[in-house]
DNA sequence: AGCAGAGCGGAACGATCCGTTCCAGCAATT
DNA sequence: AATTGCTGGAACGGATCGTTCCGCTCTGCT
């Protein structure tokens, strides 16, 4: 992991910055309790080096979630501004959810809330995403691609059960993810479906996972 | 919680035996890392009166999971009774799949699999459960009422995806899980789509589950 | 060549959590 | 009244984990 050639302390501390974030979203997308050991130890780094960049655990949580949702809220405008440009809805939207599950941005935005505060940055983040993912079920509605009931917050859970899937290595889980993504597509893609039972989720049930627990 | 009169110290202590199975099914289901003190708070009774019917913690597990082996067991048995009686296919696989949900079992065998050591009866449990499900996929192909690369091990990988939305109190949760269920419903019973990408999950996966990580 | 200090590894500390044990009290039975 | 089974919950001991701290290395500058 460590081939590059160094030149320099300098160069060893940048390149321990990557390194550090890469381990750090390794091991907490897999188990977001995990101890802050741990990612020292997959870096290959000390302890130290981690509080050297980041003040507490909570703020390289903090910064992580916030990652995930830059990256998220950057796939969901390529989305939007490709149905907008005209292209196939039904394509756009799988594309949309392959990028998503394949980066595993749920496991960094929803799953990662509440174990940090949200800062403005992430409430902002959260915001952007809603009017995103709104104006991207609003799209599919329009061209009558999705069943009726197909709601916005169905969004979120579709997520949250695809990154329940927890199996074997990177590559096995990867496949497995896509499989059951397009199970629940061809679910989804059947626009004279009769209605779903139960009411949707709506938005606001998912919001208080965004407070941390710990509060008084 | 403690409104039926009691007569005497025996009958508390038999109502006991069910409130605190019932307390800790409720509770470990929620989160199968949570504390024994927990357990006897929701049962409104101290810790020895746990402690006197369980050696410990890990027995309580055991016992709990092999509860929801058993009733999946009897569910599954049904359900191919009623197959090889003739009965619909879509509509027996339905059933069988809503009453597996509701009842959570799935939360109970799985994810409790692996906080304690298995027995000989759990052991005789999975491969029973197994087999039931083989039968039962089996027959669903042959009436060809879902699509063509429906697995076995499918199974256990939507219960998984299913048990992992945990929203708000119990109605609300039973009221989502059938609706996703519902979906991935309509993805399955297609018998003309095409295949889904990737390997499906075979059984072999979920077997490492059931042994203790704690063991040397 | 030598030195100040940035950056590092990892041991040590203190707080918290949790499974289990233990003890004093109580209620039913004898 | 004495006994016995059961209970509630405090107390204990071990484990875990976030954070701090110390001594070392190696670099960049003088």
Redesign the pocket.
Known sequence: MTTIP????????A???AVILDAAREVFVADP??????V??K??????????????????LAKLCLDGLLAYVAIAEEANAALDAGADPAEAFTTFMVRVVDADTHSLTQRLAGTFHPTDEHTRGAIRAGELNQHLVERLHEARVVRPDFALADLGQIFEMIAAIRFGDDERRGQLRRRYLALLLAGIFQPDAAPLPGPAPYVGEFAGRWTKK?EV
């Open positions: 160094l030149s320099g302390r300098r160069a060893q501390a390149r321990n910055d309790s995990a101890p802050i050991a741990a020292a130890q870096a290959g780094v000390g302890i130290s080096a981690l509080y050297r960049r980041y003040p507490s655990k909570e703020e390289l710990t």
